[in-house]
């Protein structure tokens, strides 16, 4: 009985964890109308970003980390367009 109460708690941290990562990265999109150009360059790290899962699957995920740290990258570049967007706001 414990051990099933701390498997649901375990599961529902991760639950919320991953529903507050997709918000957070939700919130975090340019907005086309005020900023079409880096909407449009986040679009296309997006696209890049898939393009890559997609590459992954496809090689089983042996890619030795690679892939996975240029997407890290690619996130981290669409961070930086937001907070351009941020700042051309003020």
Do not use: T
């Amino acid at each position: 009985m414990k051990r099933s109460f701390s498997r649901s708690l375990v599961i529902g941290i991760l639950v919320v964890a991953l529903l507050s990562l997709g918000a957070y990265a939700f919130s975090q999109e340019v907005s086309s109308d005020r900023h079409p150009n880096l909407a449009a360059a986040q679009q296309l790290i997006q696209n890049a970003i898939d393009r890559i899962s997609d590459a992954q699957k496809a090689n089983k995920y042996d890619m030795k980390g690679h892939a996975e740290k240029a997407k890290q990258l690619l996130q981290d570049a669409s961070h930086e367009i937001w907070l351009a967007a941020q700042a051309a706001n003020q």
